[in-house]
T-cell receptor
Framework: AQKVTQAQTEISVVEKEDVTLDCVYE???????LFWYKQPPSGELVFLIRRNSFDEQNEISGRYSWNFQKSTSSFNFTITASQVVDSAVYFC?????????????FGTGTRLKVLA | SQTIHQWPATLVQPVGSPLSLECTVEGTSNPNLYWYRQAAGRGLQLLFYSVGIGQISSEVPQNLSASRPQDRQFILSSKKLLLSDSGFYLC????????????FGNGTRLTVT
């Protein structure tokens, strides 16, 4: 069965610090997709990145970077030099391509507070 | 470009009253449609999803139901609301078989009093 665990409920950092948000997933499928979303205080969910199970190459986009490790079933998200605007709830999600269920399962989210 | 509309943005309803939340998608055909609920301070719980007109899969047994009367319309309903139905309801769409990201509406904040 699908499961996504975000063990960090809330993290507080001071502006300009680096912060890593953890995501651990469980799946029986060999083909799956992982996602990160950002939910700012306004409530809408903003898609950040997708990674498929066959591509373990890490990705960097500006101050954001993602570390995908199949050996530990983790897909961690790092924000470098954090800013107040990064304050939000961040969700990790998993979908299984071969199960045919079209379901996206989300973790419980990590609330990031960046203090000025 | 594709857009998703969800309304109303906020809703206050008494216990025992009916509910109807509507979501429509523009700019894409045969999308997969989803209803999620986010309780205060909690994660996203998948309630229903649909891969086609009239096809509804329920994830959580409860007093809510969903319908998809048209290709790009998804409706969440209840005949009698409970206090525990309060939360933030999000509609989303995707295409493909789980390989594309979900795109979310702005959500409806429901308070049952």
């Amino acid at each position: 069965a699908q499961k996504v665990t975000q063990a960090q409920t809330e993290i507080s950092v001071v502006e300009k610090e680096d912060v890593t948000l953890d995501c651990v997933y469980e799946t029986r499928d060999t083909t799956y997709y992982l996602f990160w979303y950002k939910q700012p205080p306004s409530g809408e969910l903003v898609f950040l990145i997708r990674r498929n199970s066959f591509d373990e190459q890490n990705e960097i986009s500006g101050r954001y970077s993602w570390n995908f490790q199949k050996s530990t079933s983790s897909f961690n998200f790092t924000i470098t030099a954090s800013q107040v605007v990064d304050s939000a709830v961040y969700f990790c999600a998993l979908s299984e391509a071969l199960s045919g269920t079209y379901k996206y399962i989300f973790g419980t989210g990590t609330r990031l507070k960046v203090l000025a | 470009s594709q857009t998703i509309h969800q309304w109303p943005a906020t809703l206050v309803q008494p216990v025992g009253s009916p509910l109807s939340l509507e979501c429509t998608v523009e700019g894409t055909s045969n999308p997969n449609l989803y209803w999620y609920r986010q309780a205060a301070g909690r994660g996203l719980q998948l309630l229903f999803y649909s891969v086609g007109i009239g096809q509804i899969s329920s994830e959580v047994p409860q007093n809510l139901s969903a319908s998809r009367p048209q290709d790009r319309q998804f409706i969440l309903s209840s005949k009698k609301l409970l206090l525990s139905d309060s939360g933030f309801y999000l509609c989303a769409w995707s295409v493909g078989v789980g390989n594309s990201p979900l795109h979310f509406g702005n959500g409806t904040r429901l308070t049952v009093t």
